[in-house]
């Protein structure tokens, strides 16, 4: 079986338009200053970071709580959004240029 990641999504925009969320998977951020939600997925240099998750919750519980720990807010731990926003001080600015792709 080859695994495929979807298409870039804007970080707001991944509940709407990123595909079967309530299953486990991979997923891969990118930083862009240039709008590229819906452009396929390509290995370049600008992805910062890769997760994945077999929770119950399923991607979009993983991709909630790294959202509550980029906006600081409460509602789960993610080791990996703290490490992460040690390089990336102001959340609401990442999230705003952040776009995530899914396997």
């Given at each position: 079986?080859?695994?495929k990641?979807s298409s ?7 509940n ?5 969320l309530?299953y486990p998977?991979i ?12 452009q396929?997925?390509d290995?370049v240099k600008?992805?910062v970071y890769?997760?994945?998750?077999n ?17 600081d807010k ?7 959004a ?7 001080k102001d959340?609401?600015?990442?999230a705003?240029?952040l ?5």
């Amino acid at each position: 079986m080859i695994l495929k990641f979807s298409s870039w999504s804007k970080w707001d925009d991944r509940n709407s338009q990123l595909n079967n969320l309530q299953y486990p998977g991979i997923y891969a951020l990118r930083i862009s200053k240039r709008n590229i939600g819906g452009q396929p997925f390509d290995w370049v240099k600008d992805i910062v970071y890769f997760g994945m998750t077999n929770s119950v919750a399923g991607l979009k519980g993983r991709l909630s709580q790294f959202n509550n720990k980029l906006r600081d807010k409460s509602g789960g731990g993610h080791g990996g959004a703290d490490r992460f926003r040690y390089d990336h001080k102001d959340g609401e600015v990442l999230a705003y240029i952040l776009y995530v792709a899914r396997v």
